[in-house]
């Protein structure tokens, strides 16, 4: 969509198929050009001056006619799509996807394999908290996930209600094995906002890089 309009992704957003359609074939061409296989299909936001409520029906029926097209689209492409709640307590009040309660009902009803969840555990604490259930009740869609320390959206180890070690280790248990996106706010440069990740490193025994001190 076109931010400066105040649009956050078209795939929910009924009268706009279209444009959800070109802007899914651009998207796909820059994932080739990149080597990306997996693309986030925002579903964007409730129509200004609308009543939640009353464009839930027609916002959902329009998510899942884009989310059917763009699965058969990518599947072509051997491409993953991915859906992402985003908090409507802090981050953005007018986004139509707010948990993994949603987006899994709505994955359900799309019926695609190659539709996963991308869920970010930043918005999913804010929303409902419970991770470890949530994650645990939500694996077997997820296909990416993000992180950022609730409520500042700053590294990991900033001052926050998240343990991520504790996260990291669950996740290591129920055999996650794709990216962790950081998708925080780094309190200085880059480098500097990845110390957190040379510490958890060396709390497991392993060296920069993830491997481990005993093989080497």
């Known amino acids: 969509g076109d931010p400066e309009a105040g649009e956050m992704g078209l795939a929910a957003v009924p009268g706009r198929q279209a444009a959800f359609r070109r802007g ?3 998207a796909v061409r820059y994932a080739q050009a990149v080597g990306c296989p997996r693309i986030h299909l925002m579903a964007g936001r409730v129509p200004l001056g609308a009543d939640r409520a009353a464009v839930a029906g027609e916002m959902e029926t329009t998510f899942i006619e884009n989310l059917r097209y763009a699965a058969d689209l990518l599947a072509q492409e051997d491409m993953i799509g991915l859906v992402e709640p985003i908090n409507n307590r802090i981050t953005d009040p007018r ?4 948990t993994p309660h949603q987006a899994a009902a709505i994955l359900e009803k799309v019926g695609r394999p190659n539709l996963k969840l991308q869920l970010d555990l930043f918005h999913c604490q804010i929303m409902d908290g419970n991770l470890s259930h949530n994650l645990e009740t939500y694996f077997p869609l997820i296909g990416h996930i993000q992180i950022a320390q609730v409520p500042g959206r700053h590294e990991p180890d900033s001052p926050g209600e998240l343990n991520f070690p504790y996260i990291f280790q669950l996740l290591e248990s129920l055999g996650y094995t794709g ?3 950081c998708e925080y706010a780094p309190k200085g440069d880059t480098l500097e906002g990845l110390g957190w990740l040379r510490s958890y490193w060396e709390s ?3 060296q920069h890089g993830g491997t481990s001190k005993a093989v080497e």
């Open 24 to 26: 899914l074939a651009e």
């Open 95 to 98: 986004y139509f996807l707010n």
């Open 179 to 181: 990216y962790i996106g």
């Open 204 to 206: 497991r025994g392993l």
